[in-house]
């Protein structure tokens, strides 16, 4: 550990392109205007998204407003990505509002400060390719699982229904709207409906302005002016009449027994955080044709989500959709990033009591629409085809995300996805028993090609495929069962293994000391470089003797013609 600590530079993983464009003076003022009207454009788009997914989340529009100026300056400010927009997310809807429902606003503060040093700590430990190893079926199964459990909770204000606190559960929620269906409020439900279709026909008419903010402007004016009956974000959240200042900085109240349980959310936090963001610099990348740093990006997503929920904020992550219409609408360096929070500032302090007449229908409406873009369904449906075991993966990952909890359907989907693949590695390991002669081929390790004989008293065994604890159980018990003839000499011929783990040298080493009780002498073949110095790191090499390490089966051979005339 002294050893990387004296090697580590925080060069190496935190390199933010804003700070190199200003230290190679790369900026321009061509760029500054184009930068300037993309953020103005996304901090439009981000108003209505940012006041909904606080709401969603179970805490206040202001919230997921500070959330977006705050997390979004910081994301940007020190981001390893060019045109990334940060601020809160659908992905984080569902373990936000149980954190708040278990643990209140300070388990939610401590819980976010713990996936910020998770987050940096991945930045720093150089994790930032860590979505190059998540399964795809994993993504897209608590993703798909993500957007059904966002639609079915906004079903009450989506349709008005008069009833008292929706239940947690999946099924204990569809079971109470079905028995308060007869209180729909049609109303509500004109709204709502108007504001899922302007979103999505509006683009036909502008493609600048969000359909959301137009649904938003047209539904809010109307509920005001005509004094029609429904709620509203006013009626919901009635200390947001006032005027808006942005909150001062509060320390949370440490409690290490909460710390203890919020661990667990934490690391989904984080996780969800990591993932969402790396993907978004990802799509980003193969639009613009940059390519961003991840560790940089991990630990700028880290510092946002440790300062912004000091100002009562909730988690925060890179964001697709706007990181998107911040390239279509020109933005070329974090300063984009940048304005956008700053344009939402603006609109906190002299807009927000405005807010309140916002209807929660239309609210409802516009995460509809998120919930639609997150399903993913055309690929859930295509990995339906997929093999069996990605199947099963996608399936458990999105119903665990659906009927029980994101965290668990995040761990177990993981957990499955690395037994399948350790399953597959064992299936595509072979061992085999070779008699009477082998034939060499040109890529074999002997030194030139030919038929060689295996002698009387000499077995030859041949591992194909990693020998790690999947293949040792494996090939102890086909050994100990598999020996048909009494030997005097056995080779293993390992030329076709990558690496060794410590079940697998542990089996070899109970192999050596079995056959030495029957005066069976084992002999290794091919052994590479890599196997090699793991068995001379463990001792065994020297225990079995290194001249019974042969580099070729040429040499195995004739150590073993040479065994049998002893």
């Known amino acids: 550990?002294?050893?990387?600590?004296?090697?580590?530079?925080?060069?190496?993983?935190?390199?933010?392109?804003l700070f190199t464009m200003i230290k190679k003076r790369q900026y321009s003022r061509e760029m500054f205007i184009s930068d300037l009207i993309a953020g103005v454009i996304v901090g439009i788009v981000a108003l209505p998204l940012a006041i909904a997914f606080g709401i969603a989340s179970g805490v206040s529009p202001q919230q997921g407003l500070i959330t977006a100026?705050?997390?979004?300056?910081?994301i940007s400010f020190?981001?390893?990505t060019n045109v990334l927009v940060g601020g809160p997310t659908g992905a984080f809807m569902i373990i936000v509002y149980g954190i708040v429902a278990d643990f209140g606003m300070n388990g939610l503060i401590i819980a976010t400060i713990l996936s910020g040093i998770m987050l940096i700590l991945m930045g720093v430990l150089k994790l930032g390719n860590i979505i190059k190893f998540i399964p795809y079926p994993i993504i897209v199964g608590f993703t798909s699982g993500i957007a059904v459990v966002i639609f079915s909770s906004q079903i009450k204000d989506f349709f008005g229904l008069r009833m008292d606190a929706v239940p947690s559960e999946f099924i204990d929620k569809w079971v109470a709207y079905s028995s308060h269906i007869e209180s729909i409020g049609w109303l509500t439900t004109g709204i709502a409906v108007f504001t899922v279709l302007v979103c999505i026909y509006w683009s036909r008419i502008n493609k600048k302005i969000p359909g959301s903010l137009i649904a938003i402007i047209i539904t809010t004016a109307l509920t005001a002016l005509c004094g029609w009956d429904i709620d509203t974000i006013g009626s919901r959240f009635p200390e947001l009449a006032g005027s808006a200042t942005l909150p001062s900085p509060e320390a949370p109240t440490i409690d290490m027994k909460a710390i203890r349980m919020l661990i667990q959310p934490a690391f989904t936090i984080a996780f969800l955080g990591a993932i969402e963001s790396l993907l978004a610099a990802m799509v980003a990348d193969g639009v613009t044709g940059k390519k961003h740093h991840s560790n940089t990006e991990l630990i700028a997503q880290g510092i946002a989500n440790i300062v912004t929920p000091i100002f009562g904020g909730i988690p925060a992550t890179g964001a697709i959709a706007r990181t998107m219409t911040n390239i279509n609408n020109g933005g070329k360096t974090p300063v984009a990033g940048i304005i956008h929070a700053i344009v939402l500032a603006l609109?906190?302090?002299?807009?927000?009591?405005l807010?309140?007449?916002?209807?929660?229908?239309?609210?409802?409406?516009?995460?509809?629409?998120?919930?639609?873009n997150m399903s993913e369904w055309r690929s859930f449906k295509a990995l339906l085809h997929n093999p069996r075991s990605d199947v099963i993966v996608l399936l458990t990952t999105f119903f665990l995300t659906v009927f029980l909890d994101l965290t668990i359907a995040i761990e177990f989907g993981l957990l499955m996805a690395v037994i399948l693949f350790l399953k597959r590695i064992t299936e595509t390991s072979s061992i085999s028993v070779i008699e009477n002669e082998i034939h060499n081929s040109e890529d074999d390790e002997a030194s030139h090609a030919e038929t060689l004989n295996i002698p009387a008293g000499v077995e030859v065994y041949e591992i194909d495929g990693p020998f790690f604890f999947g293949l040792a159980n494996k090939f102890d018990e086909f050994v100990h069962t598999g020996t048909a003839k009494r030997a005097t000499v056995r080779i293993i011929r390992m030329r076709k293994v990558p690496f060794i783990d410590s079940t697998g040298l542990h089996n070899l080493?109970?192999?050596?000391?079995?056959?030495?009780?029957?005066?069976?002498?084992?002999?290794?073949?091919?052994?590479?470089?890599?196997?090699?110095?793991?068995?001379?790191?463990s001792g065994f090499a020297d225990e079995l003797g290194k001249e019974f390490i042969c580099s070729n089966i040429d040499l195995a051979l004739k150590k073993a013609g040479s065994l049998l005339q002893v």
Request: charged share 15%; glycine share 8%; aromatic share 12%.
């Open 1 to 17: 550990m002294n050893s990387y600590l004296k090697k580590f530079k925080i060069s190496e993983v935190f390199k933010p392109k």
């Open 69 to 74: 100026i705050i997390a979004g300056f910081i």
């Open 78 to 80: 020190f981001g390893g």
């Open 347 to 353: 609109i906190f302090i002299c807009l927000m009591p």
């Open 355 to 372: 807010a309140v007449h916002i209807p929660l229908a239309c609210l409802a409406g516009i995460l509809v629409i998120v919930a639609y």
């Open 509 to 537: 080493r109970n192999l050596w000391k079995r056959s030495a009780n029957e005066k069976v002498q084992i002999v290794l073949s091919g052994v590479n470089p890599n196997v090699y110095g793991t068995l001379e790191k």
